[in-house]
């Protein structure tokens, strides 16, 4: 699968709270702020990597509801359970990074 198809947390979520949108619907998720992140299992910004990042806007998923900003705890216990990760997981196969120390172990 191209980078150019690979959905965001944001696409899949239909999130409104990120940079990238046509409409920032409140403050902005830091998923969307983390530019270093770019390029992470093939996404823009940390839009393939939001579990690794605290302070998220979890959706209504199973991640909880969509008010809720995602710590370390919270992350930890659900992100393993959820939908997004686990589509991303499956797209990347082997090339899967769970987090950025893999990334900066493996070329991109």
């Given at each position: 699968m191209s980078e150019t198809t690979k959905q965001n947390c944001w696409d899949f979520f239909k999130c409104t709270r990120n940079r990238h949108g046509d409409k920032l619907d409140g403050t902005p998720?830091?998923?969307?702020?983390?530019?270093?992140?770019?390029?992470?299992?093939?996404g823009v910004d940390a839009g393939r990597a939001c579990w690794t990042i605290e302070g998220t806007y979890c959706t209504d998923s199973k991640c909880g509801p969509n008010d809720q900003r995602g710590g370390y705890s919270f992350k930890k216990e659900q992100c393993d359970r959820c939908d997004f990760k686990a589509l991303v997981r499956e797209e990347e196969g082997d090339g899967f990074r769970e987090d950025r120390r893999s990334q900066l172990a493996r070329p991109l």
């Open positions: 998720c830091p998923v969307s702020l983390m530019t270093i992140y770019t390029g992470f299992n093939g």
